[in-house]
């Protein structure tokens, strides 16, 4: 059996999992868990390879997906944000009666560009690949700077996200690696009709990494979908407009 990853609960009521996105860790989420956890008992984890799981070293996308699932409530709304979108996805369909209700946050099913499709061009993906072999604190905080890219509050934002991930370990390097091979290579657009659970989309229209035409284009993958737009967010809306977020939250979490 695997060591554990590191988790953090609080709060009292319905069961939410918070999972964080790549190069972050679970303190990230700490601003709205104050707001959260006198209507739900939320659950945060670091992922393996990052924050207090550092040690644990880097894991593929089925078996980040697997040790979450080992570890989460029996039953419970799973939010994820980008690169955490895809995990808290990938639950949903391999154990629906895991995940009550679906939400992702600045997130894509496909964060590659590519045949159509808006993302990441993959070029992006790889200079982040090799940069981070010189240089991975730095890395990350050039990879910070874009997703705040367009918000309004960009520098407020960034020194937020900041303060929140270095108070925990840095992030494992190997995990960071192998976290930039998941942006560019998963794809789950086609398995998308299969969710069962009632699911929210939430995106930041100013987003630099999730252009919102994938917002559009996802109305087709998931048509009975909520779709929430922020129109003055970029890739971290919980951030730069938390109340905002937080109203839209209980609303689809109330349904």
């Not at 991975?136 to 303060?163: C, H, W, Y």
């Not at 779709?227 to 689809?252: G, M, N, Y």
């Amino acid at each position: 059996m695997t060591a554990p990853l590191y988790w953090q609960t609080e709060g009292e009521g319905s069961d939410l999992v918070l999972i964080h996105g790549w190069g972050m860790n679970g303190a990230v989420w700490q601003p709205i868990v104050e707001q959260l956890r006198s209507q739900y008992r939320v659950h945060t984890v670091d992922l393996s390879g990052y924050g207090y799981s550092a040690d644990l070293g880097s894991a593929d996308f089925e078996q980040m997906v697997q040790q979450v699932l080992a570890q989460a409530p029996k039953k419970a709304a799973w939010l994820g944000w980008s690169l955490g979108g895809l995990i808290a996805t990938q639950a949903a369909l391999v154990a629906p009666e895991r995940v009550s209700q679906l939400i992702t946050v600045a997130s894509s099913p496909c964060f590659s560009a590519g045949k159509g499709w808006r993302g990441i061009k993959p070029a992006v993906l790889s200079l982040f690949t090799e940069q981070l072999k010189d240089d991975f604190k730095l890395t990350v905080e050039r990879f910070m700077a874009l997703q705040a890219m367009g918000s309004p509050n960009a520098k407020q934002d960034i020194k937020q996200v900041k303060k929140a991930v270095f108070s925990r370990p840095a992030p494992n390097p190997a995990a960071l690696a192998t976290g930039l091979t998941i942006l560019a290579d998963i794809d789950l657009r086609e398995h998308l009709s299969q969710l069962t659970m009632p699911v929210c989309r939430m995106y930041g229209r100013l987003d630099g990494l999730v252009p919102i035409k994938v917002a559009h284009d996802m109305d087709e993958f998931i048509p009975h979908s909520v779709k929430v737009v922020f129109e003055q967010a970029s890739h971290a809306p919980f951030i730069s407009h938390s109340d905002e977020f937080i109203t839209e939250l209980h609303r689809f979490l109330a349904r």
